[in-house]
């Protein structure tokens, strides 16, 4: 087979493939993602148990969160990532509602707050 026989039987393979819906190199992926729990400290123990129960609520009552990112190039190349975050954005993020004046420590007062508009 010469290259000007090769060229139109491996386009024409390429085509028939790319209409069966085929891609030559395909990659799906999973990124695991997750960031350093925030320091904080709590007034008292009160405040951190009031704190941590609503914690726990606001994780169970939220999915964990997902993004996508996908991009082909018809016939030859199909990828994809799928970033899941991890559990401590749950936990720092209810720190930045709950820690209303940014000092590092959460307050009886911060933590019944937080308990309250978590319900
Ligand atoms: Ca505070």
């Given at each position: 087979m010469t290259f000007r026989t090769f060229l139109p039987v491996a386009a024409g393979v390429l085509l028939g493939l790319g209409g069966l819906g085929c891609t030559l190199i395909s990659h799906q992926g999973t990124v695991h993602r997750?960031?350093?729990?925030?320091?904080?400290?709590?007034e008292?123990?009160?405040?951190?148990?009031?704190?941590?129960?609503?914690?726990?609520?606001?994780?169970?009552?939220?999915?964990?969160?997902?993004?996508?990112t996908e991009f082909h190039i018809p016939i030859i190349l199909s990828h994809g990532i799928t970033t899941v975050?991890?559990?401590?954005?749950?936990?720092?993020?209810?720190?930045r509602r709950a820690d209303?004046?940014?000092?590092?420590?959460?307050?009886e007062k911060e933590a019944r707050i937080f308990a309250d508009t978590t319900k």
């Open positions: 997750d960031e350093q729990r925030l320091p904080i400290s709590f008292t123990d009160a405040a951190a148990r009031t704190f941590y129960e609503a914690v726990e609520k606001v994780r169970a009552s939220s999915s964990p969160t997902e993004s996508k975050n991890g559990p401590h954005q749950v936990f720092n993020e209810s720190i209303t004046n940014q000092d590092g420590k959460i307050t």
